[in-house]
Nanobody, 127 residues
């Protein structure tokens, strides 16, 4: 059973930066995608970014392009989300998730396909 643990969430001022980490209980192997999602109060969980085993290809939702960067450290079984120039609208609980497949088309696999999820980490962007 794969377990995912997110960390790095915090209260930060607008324009600030955070790096979230998603640590896995076992080594990533084969075909897979690690996704970052977020859920703001009263809103649906939305996809933010993902990275796949397919040459480490990445995808970002439009609202975070140019500000967020996803990366992986296979030696540490960890995926990171570097978030720069944070905005109040980035406030949410951030979750990472794993699915044993690579994207079939451009973008990340749909949210409902990920069987493994972390517990989430809170990010609050406020002055």
């Amino acid at each position: 059973q794969l377990q995912l643990v997110e960390s790095g969430g915090a209260l930060v001022q607008p324009g600030g930066s955070l790096r979230l980490a998603c640590s896995a209980s076992r080594f990533f192997s084969g075909y897979y995608t690690i996704g970052w999602f977020r859920q703001a109060p009263g809103k649906e969980r939305e996809g933010v970014s993902c990275i796949s085993s397919n040459n480490g290809s990445t995808f970002y939702t439009d609202s975070v392009k140019g500000r967020f960067t996803i990366s992986r450290d296979n030696a540490k079984n960890t995926v990171y989300l570097q978030m720069n120039n944070l905005k109040p609208e980035d406030t949410a609980v951030y979750y990472c998730a794993f699915v044993g497949m690579t994207p079939i088309r451009a973008g990340c696999p749909p949210r409902n396909l990920y069987p493994y999820w972390g517990q989430g980490t809170q990010v609050i962007v406020s002055s």
